[in-house]
């Protein structure tokens, strides 16, 4: 409890300053002295020219992701077709009764307790099916980085951005393969039934076989750390601040009632979240397994009917995207530069190493780990390769004339931007977009809330008080980032998400051969089973 009433203790300055100075107005300023170091050292650029300059997470990111796919031999397209049967429900008959296997798959904890024998003996298989597995952990990647973070990336970088989204998109499926799996492999049930599981578990355990102990519990505090902060940052305010900022533009801008009041919409937010993620990840699934289709159904029909209307703009819009993919001629840091954009915002939005999404897939039922990591590929490739893609099209294609955005030239409010290249077809998208936006954004808050509390308990313990503690936490923070402006929401938040790469990177390297057995282990009972 002393390391809980610490951490309060540092918020607490935090907070009463900026209430002191206003919300709405002085906030920014205030959460900016207070992370921009941080913002700084994980985006410290390795120069390798003088317009040629590279974030050094992104370097790890696109190096591992090509790494995973050729050490599990390109599972991102041999996979695939196995990943939607099992969503589709081919497999459930292995999972049905039988012996539980557990034979590589034990680890004692310090007092000597079997977190597998517990899941035998109480036959707990997991909280959530695959398909809600999928979509929870969907509900916190499809987002407003499809809507928002595609226009900046175009914006900064132009159609050639998109190029290098869909190669990010594919080569990260392994990626999520790889920490997906191993969500499952080395996570808790206790005796409840309820899941404990993600990078800080696989990390602890996986080392510990191996020897590393000591080792294996620094890389796991250091990414529990990163992941409760990246909850507050980007799973929570920079969602309730694009959503605000969306909600304000349709009822009038600066002279809506809610302009310089966006603490009014985070507290109606915050209440929303509250009454949702109270009840933990069976709740959060059985909200996120009905909104998310829905929403993502939303976005996507509005997208395929502009690019229906304009089908005749699609293989220029095309042309356009190959073309600059590789040339960036009058774009910031030319075809490199298009490049960086392209795959940082396919980072930032499927989050494909980060590490976040196994602990979501770590709850799925299931007696097989590599079964969740092959569901869990489909994320990057809906998220990016679909959905971004019909977002970028749609940006193409509405600038045919620059009236939308000038390449070469970042926007500040992606969301808006977008909801304009909408609204140039079909007048009253901003309204449709506005819904999915809110939708968008409290989908993503709730996931990342259980994120975020794995993490606390992980670090804190399991008590309901602790529980209750981050969670509270959470919610207030909602309120924060409604009223916060965007700057400083969006640098911390890609800040403290793509700090967590480090420590779980690290573990998907060491721990690869166990996920190479169990995706064997896997595939030889489905072959048992045909």
């Not at 557990?102 to 099916?129: A, K, W």
């Not at 089908?311 to 993919?325: H, K, Q, R, T, V």
């Amino acid at each position: 409890m002393k390391k809980l009433f610490l951490l309060l203790s540092l918020l607490t300055p935090f907070l009463t300053k900026a209430q002191e100075q206003g919300f709405d107005e002085k906030i920014d300023k205030v959460f900016g002295d207070y992370t921009g170091w941080f913002v700084n050292l994980i985006f410290y650029t390795i120069p390798f020219s003088e317009s040629v300059k590279i974030p050094w997470v992104l370097i790890v990111l696109v190096l591992g992701a090509v790494y995973f796919t050729v050490y599990f031999k390109f599972i991102n397209i041999k996979g695939f077709s196995t990943a939607l049967r099992i969503v589709q429900g081919k497999y459930d008959d292995i999972e049905e009764g039988g012996h539980v296997e557990v034979s590589d798959t034990v680890f004692l904890e310090d007092d000597g307790d079997n977190m597998d024998t517990i899941r035998i003996e109480g036959d707990h298989h997991g909280e959530v099916t695959h398909f809600q597995a999928l979509t929870a952990a969907l509900s916190a990647t499809v987002g407003l980085g499809n809507i928002a973070g595609v226009a900046v990336a175009v914006s900064i970088g132009g159609p050639g951005a998109t190029f290098w989204m869909i190669v990010a998109g594919l080569i990260g499926m392994a990626s999520k393969f790889a920490e997906c799996t191993l969500g499952v492999k080395y996570r808790e049930i206790d005796e409840d039934g309820k899941v404990f599981g993600g990078p800080m578990y696989y990390l602890k355990k996986g080392f510990h076989e191996k020897g590393w102990t000591n080792i294996g519990k620094v890389l796991a505090v250091v990414f529990a750390i990163m992941a409760i902060g990246g909850s507050f940052g980007g799973g929570n305010m920079f969602q309730a601040n694009q959503a605000f900022s969306m909600v304000e533009s349709i009822t009038g801008g600066e002279t809506s009632f809610l302009h310089g009041n966006g603490w009014l919409f985070g507290i109606v937010m915050a209440i929303l979240v509250g009454i949702v993620i109270i009840g933990g990840i069976q709740k959060i699934a059985k909200v996120t397994d009905k909104i998310v289709p829905f929403m993502v159904g939303i976005y996507v029909a509005a997208a395929l009917a502009i690019l229906v209307i304009n089908y005749d703009l699609i293989p220029s819009a095309f042309g356009e995207i190959l073309a600059g993919a590789f040339t960036g001629v009058g774009i910031i840091g030319g075809a490199i530069g298009v490049l960086i954009q392209g795959f940082k915002r396919a980072a930032f939005s499927n989050e494909a190493g980060i590490g976040s999404a196994s602990i979501a897939h770590a709850a799925v039922k299931t007696k097989y780990a590599a079964s969740e990591g092959l569901v869990a590929l489909l994320e990057p490739f809906i998220d990016t390769v679909l959905v971004c893609t019909m977002t970028a099209l749609v940006l193409v294609i509405s600038n045919g004339d620059g009236n939308i955005m000038t390449y070469g030239q970042e926007v500040k409010e992606g969301v808006e931007v977008t909801s304009r290249a909408f609204a140039s077809t079909f007048s009253w998208f901003p309204y449709v977009l506005t819904l999915a936006v809110v939708l968008f954004a409290f989908s993503s808050m709730i996931s990342w809330s259980y994120y975020g509390y794995q993490a606390w308990s992980f670090l804190f313990g399991r008590s309901r008080k602790v529980e209750y503690i981050y969670k509270g936490l959470f919610c207030l923070f909602v309120i924060v980032g409604s009223a916060s402006k965007l700057d400083s929401v969006l640098q911390f938040s890609d800040a403290m998400i793509f700090a967590m790469l480090v420590p779980n990177m690290i573990g998907l390297f060491v721990l690869a051969p166990k996920v190479k057995e169990e995706l064997k282990r896997f595939m030889t009972r489905i072959e048992s089973f045909k």
